[in-house]
């Protein structure tokens, strides 16, 4: 008998093929639908307008380009949706236990149900690409370097959203709240600046909302952005004369290219950033709206001032709109809302209806911020 003592080997593997495969069994009802739909709107769409069209008018390129918006919405959809699927199991606390009791690092866990997920949107998209190109040869239309492009852009697409999804999976142990995290990351910035305007235009004398949406916001808007760079769609006002997607040989302007690979960087941001939460997450927050105690003030604040912002506007319109325009009642109305909006964040991030004495200094600070910002 050899004098070695066997023992269970360090789990030290970047990714786990099992885990994949249990993955992959679990959630391949989202990938058939995506490629499902995909195939639908190209290579499907490209056969018909051969065919029933006329051959020598159909272009790959132009194809591609026109479903350059529905691929956002598609990586939107399916990003966000993978992200959720794949991480589930940090949302209820016997999952999580038994996942985090397997002899594997939390990185290895992390990177494989990342890389599973957005794995198979990738591979998805190779497959509607070659049924594209097998399209396009049966039919006649020569292939270009456009459906390569298109097949770079939807995987980082699907890149950035799945990376996005999983942060906002990371920084909440609800699954209810991931979702509302992940439509409030892809709208807050231009919902802020929207409110901003409709205050500007009530409290100051000869203000106009400008015809163009201020750069930063959107930038910070990342849905807002790619459609607009990708399906060429020029804001009121602009000067800037954009190139037609079909005018250049891969299929897209380089202000397309510049949107694109802007957010696969800012995904590879969020996946470094997912990864850093992921090792510092306590299993025992499971099922709990804020996975980390920072995250309570910041949402109880931020909730407190937008709701308080928008519903105090709302208040003064509904109630107040028929008497003369009054500054300290517009104040009143945002201080009372943002007040109400801040214990209501303060009932769900504590599970209790008991928020009061406790966060009344919390709600006066959100009204009192509310009130300088009318008045300054």
């Not at 105690?293 to 937008?306: E, Q």
Request: glycine share 8%; aromatic share 10%.
């Amino acid at each position: 008998m050899s004098w070695e003592v066997l023992t269970m080997r360090s789990a030290t593997s970047f990714f786990n093929p099992a885990l994949a495969r249990s993955d992959l069994r679990r959630y391949w009802p989202a990938l058939f639908l995506y490629v499902g739909l995909w195939i639908i709107f190209l290579p499907l769409q490209l056969w018909l307008q051969a065919r029933w069209d006329n051959i020598l008018a159909t272009d790959l390129a132009e194809v591609c380009s026109d479903r350059y918006v529905a691929a956002v919405i598609m990586a939107l959809i399916f990003g966000g949706m993978m992200a959720m699927a794949s991480f589930s199991y940090l949302m209820n606390p016997r999952s999580v236990g038994a996942m985090h009791a397997l002899p594997q690092r939390r990185g290895t866990l992390f990177w494989t149900h990342f890389l599973t997920g957005w794995g198979m949107l990738t591979a998805g998209n190779l497959l509607v690409a070659l049924l594209t190109a097998g399209a396009a040869l049966l039919t006649g239309i020569k292939l270009t370097a456009a459906l390569l492009t298109w097949l770079v852009v939807v995987t980082l697409l699907d890149l950035f959203f799945m990376a996005l999804g999983t942060f906002c999976a990371m920084i909440t142990g609800w699954l209810l709240a991931v979702r509302v995290l992940y439509g409030v990351a892809n709208a807050l910035a231009l919902i802020v600046t929207w409110l901003g305007q409709q205050l500007a235009s009530l409290l100051l004398i000869g203000y106009a909302t400008p015809d163009a949406t201020p750069r930063l916001t959107v930038w910070l808007t990342p849905v807002y952005r790619l459609i607009q760079e990708l399906g060429q769609i020029r804001q009121k006002g602009c000067t800037t004369s954009y190139s037609a997607n079909i005018d250049y040989p891969s299929g897209l302007t380089p202000e397309g290219w510049q949107a694109v690979l802007v957010y696969a960087a800012a995904a590879l941001v969020l996946l470094a950033l997912s990864r850093l939460l992921y090792a510092r997450r306590k299993s025992e927050l499971s099922g709990d709206p804020a996975a980390f105690p920072w995250m309570r003030p910041v949402f109880r604040l931020g909730v407190g001032l937008v709701g308080g912002l928008a519903l105090g506007m709302a208040l003064y319109g509904l109630v107040l709109a028929g008497l003369s325009f009054s500054v300290p009642r517009l104040c009143v109305c945002m201080a009372l809302m943002g007040a109400l909006c801040y214990l209501g964040a303060s009932m769900l991030v504590g599970k209790t209806l008991r928020v009061l004495p406790k966060r009344l200094t919390g709600a006066a600070v959100t009204a009192l911020v509310l009130v300088l910002l009318c008045v300054c």
